[in-house]
């Protein structure tokens, strides 16, 4: 009898993801409060099974714990949140934690060394050490080379691509490896306090007018898209959404369910269209909601529809033109598209009216087509990644820990962010230079002070050495250093939109400020809305300035559509009067002038 040797390493203990990068995405998204698997497949766009297989990783890199159904952050994690993605630290911290990986040390201790094993040498150990199939062990080995590689071979190219900061000649038509979403229109009817509106999209996008012309419906528009794509309910999204431990999570819509729809009217309508990346392209995808809230208890779809470029007439319609499915009472029945395969008509599904098909479709158990699933769930994540600025001054001003790099909607921890940026020199030189050139020489240099709880204090040098800390600093400062930490920080998402973005600024440094937010969009990694009340400074900018492709000019009170600014305004005639008044006996009114 012969004896068999004991398993050295549980199977499921072998890491299946590849990605360091990834992985740490994972972790910054536990940080951000997303404990729960569903909360992380929102917050990181994971598939269930990689939101699994990353999660596994980050345990038995010492990054995260299970407690539960829950993860939570390991000691070890504050070591890789301090370090700037894609720096010599983080690679440091990746070296060191899959050295002191007991799986790692088990299977490869020799992983990280200048000879490390080959694929072939990796297999045969996992297949030695587990109970894996040769298949499944050259794809564990798969996984940890690709660390290797991610550490040793290439330290300096993170998985997604840090956009270039100051783009020059030496830089220009180099494409980033990574596409991001681009928002082309939106098309608002009886929304909040707009009637009707149409506009365009272009990198950097202003939309200018006085108080109570629809600025911030705009802003609102768009954040019920974001809130349609984090699985909310019309309720919800109008509302409050509440977390299970009793933790604001969203804060709704101002004004709630009663204002949703213009004064007057029970219904409104918002249509977008989106650019989705797919592979090594973008799919043009267009997406319309319409929804009732004549029963302020109970919002409801009306009608809801998803067309992708090249997958038919649709993905899904509620109201198609042919083939409509038969209406059911408290159901909103949705037909979704033709089969590829047969060209016959698909087949019709009954959905919650009080939530959008569209986040019931990526997970509904009855769809069995990958087109619809990837394509409601590529729509979702892109809502899901829109990010809103509207700075205030207490945010700005408060201090922060460390650990915290992710810029708050108010501009909240602005000082760790700035902390975070200045550890790479070439951010560090285009914060300084940018904004010696905003004080006109007048402040010189960064600091920050840690305060009796380990907050860090942001502090400005002027030229004569004299030191400002936050509450002293003026607010345009502050409102231009939180821009500037939006569009060059670490966490870089592909869509602002920033409210009341002339706030502060006096017309030649808002003419600034436009110009260097230009210079970060215009490699198309981003897209920049702003809103701005000074109507005239606007006008200027747009005479001087050609990259503002896309200006428009708001009405109060939505009483007609937006206008593009640089384009011929519409004046209408005079009406004429119905009784003119004659003066016979005036000889001015017989002359032929």
Same mark, same amino acid.
């Given at each position: 009898?012969?004896?068999?040797?004991?398993?050295?390493?549980?199977?499921?203990?072998?890491?299946?993801?590849?990605?360091?990068?990834?992985?740490?995405?994972?972790?910054?998204?536990?940080?951000?409060?997303?404990?729960?698997?569903?909360?992380?497949?929102?917050?990181?766009?994971?598939?269930?099974?990689?939101?699994?297989?990353?999660?596994?990783?980050?345990?038995?890199?010492?990054?995260?714990?299970?407690?539960?159904?829950?993860?939570?952050?390991?000691?070890?994690?504050?070591?890789?949140?301090?370090?700037?993605?894609?720096?010599?630290?983080?690679?440091?911290?990746?070296?060191?934690?899959?050295?002191?990986?007991?799986?790692?040390?088990?299977?490869?201790?020799?992983?990280?060394?200048?000879?490390?094993?080959?694929?072939?040498?990796?297999?045969?150990?996992?297949?030695?050490?587990?109970?894996?199939?040769?298949?499944?062990?050259?794809?564990?080995?798969?996984?940890?080379?690709?660390?290797?590689?991610?550490?040793?071979?290439?330290?300096?190219?993170?998985?997604?691509?840090?956009?270039?900061?100051?783009?020059?000649?030496?830089?220009?038509?180099?494409?980033?490896?990574?596409?991001?979403?681009?928002?082309?229109?939106?098309?608002?009817?009886?929304?909040?306090?707009?009637?009707?509106?149409?506009?365009?999209?272009?990198?950097?996008?202003?939309?200018?007018?006085?108080?109570?012309?629809?600025?911030?419906?705009?802003?609102?528009?768009?954040?019920?898209?974001?809130?349609?794509?984090?699985?909310?309910?019309?309720?919800?999204?109008?509302?409050?959404?509440?977390?299970?431990?009793?933790?604001?999570?969203?804060?709704?819509?101002?004004?709630?369910?009663?204002?949703?729809?213009?004064?007057?009217?029970?219904?409104?309508?918002?249509?977008?269209?989106?650019?989705?990346?797919?592979?090594?392209?973008?799919?043009?995808?267009?997406?319309?909601?319409?929804?009732?809230?004549?029963?302020?208890?109970?919002?409801?779809?009306?009608?809801?529809?998803?067309?992708?470029?090249?997958?038919?007439?649709?993905?899904?319609?509620?109201?198609?033109?042919?083939?409509?499915?038969?209406?059911?009472?408290?159901?909103?029945?949705?037909?979704?598209?033709?089969?590829?395969?047969?060209?016959?008509?698909?087949?019709?599904?009954?959905?919650?009216?009080?939530?959008?098909?569209?986040?019931?479709?990526?997970?509904?158990?009855?769809?069995?087509?990958?087109?619809?699933?990837?394509?409601?769930?590529?729509?979702?994540?892109?809502?899901?990644?829109?990010?809103?600025?509207?700075?205030?001054?207490?945010?700005?001003?408060?201090?922060?820990?460390?650990?915290?790099?992710? =810029?708050?909607? #108010? /501009?909240?921890?602005?000082?760790?962010?700035?902390? +975070?940026?200045?550890?790479? !020199?070439?951010? &560090?030189? %285009?914060?300084?230079?940018?904004?010696?050139?905003?004080?006109?020489?007048?402040?010189?240099?960064?600091?920050?002070?840690?305060?009796?709880?380990?907050?860090?204090?942001?502090?400005?040098?002027?030229?004569?050495?004299?030191?400002?800390?936050?509450?002293?600093?003026?607010?345009?400062?502050?409102?231009?250093?939180?821009?500037?930490?939006?569009?060059?920080?670490?966490?870089?998402?592909?869509?602002?939109?920033?409210?009341?973005?002339?706030?502060?600024?006096?017309?030649?440094?808002?003419?600034?400020?436009?110009?260097?937010?230009?210079?970060?969009?215009?490699?198309?990694?981003?897209?920049?809305?702003?809103?701005?009340?000074?109507?005239?400074?606007?006008?200027?900018?747009?005479?001087?300035?050609?990259?503002?492709?896309?200006?428009?000019? =708001?009405?109060? #009170? /939505?009483?007609?559509?937006?206008?593009?600014?640089? +384009?011929?305004?519409?004046? !209408?005639?005079? &009406?004429? %009067?119905?009784?003119?008044?004659?003066?016979?006996?005036?000889?001015?009114?017989?002359?032929?002038?």
């Amino acid at each position: 009898m012969t004896d068999t040797a004991p398993l050295q390493v549980k199977s499921f203990e072998v890491p299946q993801a590849n990605s360091l990068d990834r992985i740490r995405r994972l972790v910054e998204a536990v940080s951000r409060g997303a404990t729960q698997k569903r909360e992380i497949q929102a917050a990181t766009g994971l598939s269930s099974r990689h939101a699994d297989y990353y999660g596994q990783a980050a345990r038995i890199l010492g990054w995260l714990e299970r407690e539960g159904e829950t993860l939570a952050l390991a000691p070890n994690a504050m070591a890789l949140l301090r370090t700037p993605p894609g720096s010599d630290e983080e690679r440091d911290v990746f070296a060191e934690s899959i050295e002191a990986c007991e799986v790692v040390q088990a299977l490869c201790p020799d992983l990280l060394q200048e000879q490390g094993p080959s694929e072939d040498e990796l297999t045969q150990r996992i297949r030695s050490a587990t109970d894996l199939a040769q298949k499944t062990a050259r794809r564990r080995a798969q996984a940890l080379l690709a660390w290797r590689d991610r550490v040793v071979v290439s330290p300096s190219e993170p998985d997604q691509d840090i956009v270039s900061l100051l783009p020059d000649e030496s830089t220009q038509g180099q494409g980033l490896a990574t596409l991001h979403a681009r928002f082309d229109s939106l098309s608002i009817e009886r929304f909040k306090g707009i009637r009707q509106a149409s506009v365009g999209f272009s990198a950097l996008t202003l939309l200018a007018g006085p108080h109570g012309s629809g600025k911030s419906s705009f802003r609102e528009a768009f954040r019920f898209l974001h809130g349609i794509g984090r699985n909310y309910s019309l309720s919800q999204i109008a509302g409050e959404h509440w977390g299970d431990t009793g933790t604001l999570a969203w804060p709704g819509i101002p004004g709630g369910l009663q204002e949703l729809a213009r004064l007057g009217h029970n219904t409104f309508s918002i249509e977008i269209g989106v650019a989705i990346p797919e592979g090594n392209q973008l799919r043009n995808a267009n997406y319309f909601i319409e929804v009732t809230v004549e029963d302020a208890a109970s919002p409801r779809v009306v009608r809801e529809r998803l067309s992708l470029e090249d997958k038919g007439a649709y993905i899904f319609d509620s109201h198609p033109p042919q083939d409509a499915p038969i209406l059911v009472p408290d159901r909103l029945s949705i037909r979704l598209g033709r089969t590829s395969r047969t060209g016959a008509k698909g087949p019709t599904l009954l959905v919650d009216p009080r939530r959008p098909a569209l986040s019931q479709l990526a997970m509904h158990p009855a769809v069995r087509s990958r087109t619809v699933v990837d394509a409601t769930s590529s729509v979702l994540s892109v809502f899901r990644s829109l990010r809103f600025l509207q700075p205030t001054l207490q945010a700005m001003q408060r201090p922060s820990f460390p650990h915290q790099v992710v =810029l708050g909607s #108010h /501009g909240d921890h602005l000082s760790t962010c700035l902390h +975070a940026i200045c550890q790479d !020199p070439e951010r &560090r030189d %285009l914060v300084f230079r940018s904004l010696r050139s905003f004080s006109d020489g007048l402040l010189h240099d960064l600091q920050w002070l840690p305060d009796a709880t380990g907050r860090l204090v942001l502090v400005i040098l002027d030229r004569n050495g004299m030191k400002l800390t936050a509450p002293s600093i003026s607010e345009g400062v502050l409102r231009f250093l939180t821009m500037l930490c939006a569009v060059v920080g670490f966490d870089n998402p592909s869509f602002w939109f920033v409210d009341n973005a002339d706030m502060g600024f006096c017309p030649s440094k808002l003419s600034f400020v436009l110009d260097l937010l230009q210079r970060q969009c215009s490699g198309g990694h981003r897209q920049l809305v702003l809103t701005v009340r000074d109507e005239n400074a606007v006008e200027t900018l747009v005479s001087g300035k050609e990259y503002l492709s896309s200006a428009y000019r =708001l009405f109060a #009170h /939505g009483w007609r559509s937006p206008e593009r600014m640089g +384009a011929r305004e519409h004046t !209408p005639p005079a &009406r004429p %009067l119905r009784h003119p008044l004659r003066d016979e006996d005036d000889p001015n009114e017989r002359l032929p002038f």
